[in-house]
């Protein structure tokens, strides 16, 4: 059954008037190391949420750190790294199920004091630009894998 707009009938309401994204649940920092023409990719582990898909390494903000304090903190923690933490590169919203949206801030990282060791990780590896869409990346990291793979980010 249709329904014609008749003279009568509200008008139906803007698109942009009722389709606000709801704010992020999660803020979340991530970094794209880079080392010569490879960039390090860690693979998740089994007792973690999504358990053995890849990421760039990072992760929550804490309250009180801003973005680039909260990286090299993750970084000294998960790879036991001194990062220097550069530009932002990208910014994606992701939702992972009802109420769980999260904001994932990428930067690059270029320059770094100590050898990454897997702290925390199943697997880490450095991995070629062209190579990185054969990982099983997280959902959220997508778009910023195909922009790297591609030659359009970094």
């Not at 993750?74 to 769980?100: R, S, T």
Request: contains cysteine; hydrophobic residues 35%; negative net charge.
């Amino acid at each position: 059954m249709s329904h014609d707009i008749s003279d009568d009938d509200e008008p139906l309401p803007d698109a942009d008037d009722d389709c606000e994204e709801p704010p992020p649940d999660k803020f979340v920092v991530a970094g794209i190391i880079l080392r010569g023409d490879e960039i390090l990719c860690c693979q998740r582990t089994e007792f973690q949420n999504l358990p053995f898909q890849w990421e760039f390494p990072g992760g929550k903000i804490e309250p009180g750190e801003d973005e680039p304090t909260a990286l090299r903190r993750e970084l000294q923690e998960e790879l036991g790294i001194q990062a220097e933490v550069g530009d932002k590169v990208a910014q994606v919203v992701h939702p992972y199920g009802p109420g769980n949206l999260v904001e994932i801030n990428f930067y690059l990282v270029e320059k770094f004091t100590g050898e990454p060791q897997n702290l925390v990780f199943r697997d880490m590896r450095w991995i070629h630009r062209e190579d990185l869409e054969a990982l099983d990346f997280l959902e959220a990291d997508l778009m910023v894998v195909g922009e790297i793979a591609g030659g359009r980010m970094l």
